[in-house]
């Protein structure tokens, strides 16, 4: 039911390792959110154990719904519709977020609206910047995804840029594993690099001659281990700070360099960053610099709204919402949901 001219949606998040729900209004306010992170249970495993993740859902997500609307001071007959994260992420994760949002749905009669998490975590942006509308650049970088991507539009993506074989957050947590420092990895290298010298360790930086947008990080990941390996067989201690520091350098530089090509060749006035990796202080600030030399208006969710959370999902349903797409009963939780389908 409205509450006068606005709309208010609950939405779900649980396609990785956190467990979430939000009430948010009109896309850009967030009335409340409620994550329950599972991140101390994988890091007993060094990285997320996909049946431990989903069966940790089904434990939670009633109550973390309860708690979102409890924390808004809201029940679900005050719910203009309810979005949930359909893909892509953990099949069984997302099946959790989906069967829930279907079974609420269909016993309230709520419109359900299915949303891409990417298309999520660039949503972030509306809720941090409230004034901030589309045509702009975004670079997301997440654990599973780094793309760079031309929203023309609500719920209008074209992606420019892609990684070739591994995501900006998975090669931090995949090197922070082998520096001993464990999942996950990224804020933890962020945090040892700080006491580092960026240059003490040369690391290549991937060039992808089939398109000059699209990312490689598997080159700078073996790159590094082999300069572990190498260091190890030659008996010669290694610096973490150091590794942490020439990693995240060469990562960073990389992000930045895309980024800048893009919003050049694109003719883009504003530039948006997403996704977990986006917490990351030398790569806000290293793209923040690059914005201002380019004379580019720059839009960094908080830390809270780049890792995954629920009141994201809420923003891209809304805007889904208001064009209206409602998802029926068939709603099917899709592993490798492409962007804009
Ligand atoms: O967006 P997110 O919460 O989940 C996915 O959709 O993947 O991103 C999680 C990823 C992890 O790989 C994590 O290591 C990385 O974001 N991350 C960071 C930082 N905080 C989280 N990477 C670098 N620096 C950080 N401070
Ligand atoms: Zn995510």
């Not at 329950?36 to 049946?51: A, D, F, M, N, W």
Request: glycine letters at 10%; hydrophobic letters at 40%; charged letters at 20%.
């Amino acid at each position: 039911m409205e509450s006068g001219n606005d709309t208010i949606i609950l939405s779900i998040e649980s396609s990785c390792d956190e467990t979430a729900a939000a009430v948010t209004r009109n896309g850009r306010e967030v009335i409340s959110s409620v994550i329950s992170t599972q991140v101390p249970i994988h890091t007993l495993y060094g990285g997320v154990v996909p049946e431990i993740a989903s069966r940790k859902h089904i434990e939670r997500i009633s109550q973390v719904i309860e708690e979102a609307l409890s924390k808004a001071d809201m029940t679900l007959d005050d719910m203009d519709a309810i979005a949930v994260t359909k893909g892509p992420g953990l099949v069984g994760a997302l099946l959790v977020g989906v069967s829930m949002a279907k079974a609420i749905s269909f016993a309230k009669g709520i419109p359900l609206i299915g949303v891409h998490h990417i298309e999520g975590h660039i949503s972030a942006n509306y809720i941090e910047y409230p004034e901030l509308v589309p045509p702009f650049m975004c670079l997301v970088v997440s654990g599973g995804h780094t793309n760079l991507v031309n929203v023309s539009d609500y719920g209008s993506y074209e992606i420019i840029g892609r990684t070739r074989d591994d995501a900006a957050g998975e090669a931090f947590d995949k090197i922070g594993r082998a520096i001993g420092l464990g999942y996950p990895g990224g804020p933890k290298i962020e945090k040892a690099a700080l006491s580092g010298d960026e240059d003490a360790i040369d690391l290549p930086r991937a060039v992808v001659n089939e398109n000059k947008y699209d990312f490689s990080f598997s080159g700078l990941k073996s790159a590094t281990l082999n300069y572990l390996n190498s260091a190890e067989m030659s008996g010669t201690p290694i610096s973490v700070p150091d590794v942490a520091a020439s990693f995240q350098k060469a990562v960073v530089g990389v992000l930045t360099d895309h980024a800048e090509l893009a919003i050049k060749e694109y003719g883009a006035d504003k530039l948006a960053i997403a996704g977990g990796v986006a917490c990351n202080g030398a790569f806000r600030s290293e793209i923040r610099k690059m914005c201002e030399r380019n004379d580019v208006e720059f839009y960094a969710p908080s830390k809270e709204l780049c890792t995954d959370n629920a009141a994201m999902i809420g923003a891209a349903g809304y805007y889904d919402y208001i064009n209206g797409k409602r998802d029926g009963m068939d709603l099917d939780a899709i592993p490798y949901l492409k962007l804009g389908e």
